[in-house]
């Protein structure tokens, strides 16, 4: 499995940025995506989670804020990220878990078994 996100940048606080994630080489018809960032100095947190049955999980600091999409034909997911704090800076990854079933452990990288390297998204005027 291979997993590649795209689209991370610079923008100021109110801003939104588009974040890209393309999983190949899955197997399995039920799988799930999830979205984590680190920020320098903390601990990998998630941000949102998806699975292919369209069912989702949020992060309380990013409700309302951010929405997790996806195209199950190609595995591609989209997360829309509005509404930007400085708080959201940070690197953010795209994993893929093809074992489990979406519930709250999938906020939780421990549960992912491909990752990608990451794209950095910083929030500042």
């Known amino acids: 499995v291979q997993v590649v996100e795209s689209g991370g940048g610079l923008v100021q606080p109110g801003g939104s940025l588009r974040l890209s994630c393309a999983a190949s080489?899955?197997?399995?018809?039920?799988?799930?995506i999830g979205w984590f960032r680190q920020a320098p100095g903390k601990e990998r947190e998630g941000v949102s989670a998806i699975a292919s049955d369209g069912n989702t999980y949020y992060a309380d600091s990013v409700k309302g804020r951010f929405t997790i999409s996806r195209d199950n034909t190609n595995n591609m997911v989209v997360l829309q990220m509005n509404s930007l704090e400085p708080e959201d800076t940070g690197t953010y990854y795209c994993?893929?878990?093809?074992?489990?079933?979406?519930?709250?452990?999938?906020?939780?990288?421990?549960?992912?078994?491909?990752w990608g390297q990451g794209t950095q998204v910083t929030v500042s005027s």
């Open positions: 080489g899955i197997t399995s018809e039920y799988n799930i």
């Open positions: 994993a893929a878990d093809t074992v489990g079933y979406i519930n709250i452990g999938s906020m939780y990288w421990q549960t992912y078994d491909a």
